[in-house]
T-cell receptor
Framework: NAGVTQTPKFQVLKTGQSMTLQCAQD?????MSWYRQDPGMGLRLIHY???????DQGEVPNGYNVSRSTTEDFPLRLLSAAPSQTSVYFC??????????????FGPGTRLTVL | DQQVKQNSPSLSVQEGRISILNCDYT??????FLWYKKYPAEGPTFLIS?????DKNEDGRFTVFLNKSAKHLSLHIVPSQPGDSAVYFC??????????????FGTGTLLAVQP
């Protein structure tokens, strides 16, 4: 049971380049989400998904696309990278356990630098 | 507009003493609150949670208090240990009344426990 995995761990892009941040979970969780962490800003929700085929926007969705074709995978796409997207990106997944607590499990993060 | 606020960026306490981390929120629709702990270069990990129907929840050395009228919650760690040194994030959601699992995070408090 690997939990939530993210690849790559580090990435440097040039302005205008595109890339996909990968996220996978093996806990059969329905809910998955992407956050970015910036100094002094905490974690901000980018996009989330409540199940395969269903996605929605979070607080800061501009410049990012997502899709959820399977329960396990939730990739985050940057279509045209900008320096403002330099950040640490975290993927998380969760399910409601029988006690009714929604605990989100986070991946180790991807540190992205856009030059 | 920051809906979840952690006004203390950092806190330093002596080993064995009590650590008190504070969090304020503005959205009266929030009905579920969580604390996450984050070590450098790792993803956040769930620590403890509380629903709005309670005013206290305890788990070992960790206790969360909720004051709904003041829109304030606090995390007490007693006794504090050097291994507790980390960034602590407060988070809130409209779990029962809105989109389940969608978390809004505070900016975090860096706790340093001195031996």
């Amino acid at each position: 049971n690997a939990g939530v995995t993210q690849t790559p761990k580090f990435q440097v892009l040039k302005t205008g380049q595109s890339m996909t941040l990968q996220c996978a979970q093996d806990m059969n969780h329905e809910y998955m989400s992407w956050y970015r962490q910036d100094p002094g800003m905490g974690l901000r929700l980018i996009h989330y998904s409540v199940g395969a085929g269903i996605t929605d926007q979070g607080e800061v969705p501009n410049g990012y696309n997502v899709s959820r074709s399977t329960t396990e995978d939730f990739p985050l796409r940057l279509l045209s990278a900008a320096p403002s997207q330099t950040s640490v990106y975290f993927c998380a997944s969760s399910s409601t356990d029988r006690m009714g607590t929604d605990t989100q499990y986070f991946g180790p993060g991807t540190r992205l630098t856009v030059l | 507009d920051q809906q979840v606020k952690q006004n203390s960026p950092s806190l330093s306490v002596q080993e064995g003493r009590i650590s008190i981390l504070n969090c304020d929120y503005t959205n009266s629709m929030f009905d579920y609150f969580l604390w996450y702990k984050k070590y450098p270069a790792e993803g956040p990990t769930f620590l403890i949670s509380i629903s709005s129907i309670k005013d206290k929840n305890e788990d070992g050395r960790f206790t969360v208090f909720l004051n709904k009228s003041a829109k304030h919650l606090s995390l007490h760690i007693v006794p504090s240990q050097p291994g507790d040194s980390a960034v602590y994030f407060c988070a809130a959601s409209e779990r029962y009344g809105g989109a389940t699992n969608k978390l809004i995070f505070g900016t975090g408090t860096l706790l340093a426990v001195q031996p």
